[in-house]
Each structure stands twice: as structure tokens, then as C-alpha cells.
């Protein structure tokens, strides 16, 4: 099934393959080195996070939720390590992120957003 763009679709970064897997209705649809959304909020699920710190086994249970575009101007640092922090974070504050306009997630794995 196709990813449909007036959908949300929820964002992780893969670790095992190095980009972001997009999923829409459970299932992930597309892997891509570069994302861009906007309407965006980001969610850490507090059993996966203390799963993670406990085990130290990586799992999915932190993404970020919006829809798909073509190309935002982001340009804040923004970040999530599920072994120092709580939730997503703006990179230079630490401030929480809950919810930003738009976001673009790069190959590197870094999270740039805009409020």
C-alpha cells in the first residue's frame, strides 16, 4: 500500500538500516534518508523507554507523528536518547517538544524543527 500524504504517518529512525522507517496503519510503508512533515508531534512511550534503559535492547517506542511534505525550514537542533532523557528535546535548551509546525529529519539522524 502507498503512502497516502493526507495522512499522518508516524517516523522512527531505523537503526539497523541508518534512515527513517514512515509508517501508516501499523505497517511501515516506506524507508527514507531524509523526511520532512509538518502538523508535527513527537511520542516516547514511557514502558518502551524503561525497557530500553533497563535491557538495553533497542526497540521502537519513540516516533514523530505528521504529515509527509515535500520540504520544510526547519533549522533547530533537536534530539531524543532514550538513555538521558525523557523525551524529544531542543538540542542547545533541552526544552521538551510536544508539538512543532514542521520538522525535517535528515540522513544523519538529526531532527530539525520549527515551532
Known amino acids: ?3 497516502d500524504a493526507s495522512r499522518p504517518a508516524e517516523v522512527y529512525l531505523n537503526l539497523n538500516q541508518g534512515g527513517w522507517s514512515i509508517r501508516q496503519d501499523g505497517r511501515v510503508q516506506d524507508w527514507r534518508q531524509e523526511v520532512a512533515l ?10 518502551g523507554r524503561d525497557r530500553v534503559r533497563q535491557d538495553g535492547h533497542k526497540q521502537v517506542h519513540a516516533w514523530i ?3 509527509l511534505v515535500e520540504e ?13 532523557c525523557d523525551t524529544f ?6 526544552e521538551p517538544l510536544v508539538r512543532v509546525r514542521e520538522a525535517r529529519l ?3 539522524g538529526q531532527l ?3 515551532r
Open 112 to 114: 530539525l524543527n520549527r
Open 65 to 67: 507523528k505528521g504529515l
Open 72 to 84: 520544510v525550514a526547519a533549522s533547530v537542533p533537536a534530539r531524543y536518547n532514550p538513555l538521558d
Open 1 to 3: 500500500m502507498p503512502l
Open 38 to 47: 509538518k502538523d508535527v508531534t513527537f511520542t516516547v512511550r514511557p514502558a
Open 106 to 108: 535528515t540522513r544523519t
Open 89 to 94: 528535546l531542543i538540542r542547545a535548551t533541552r
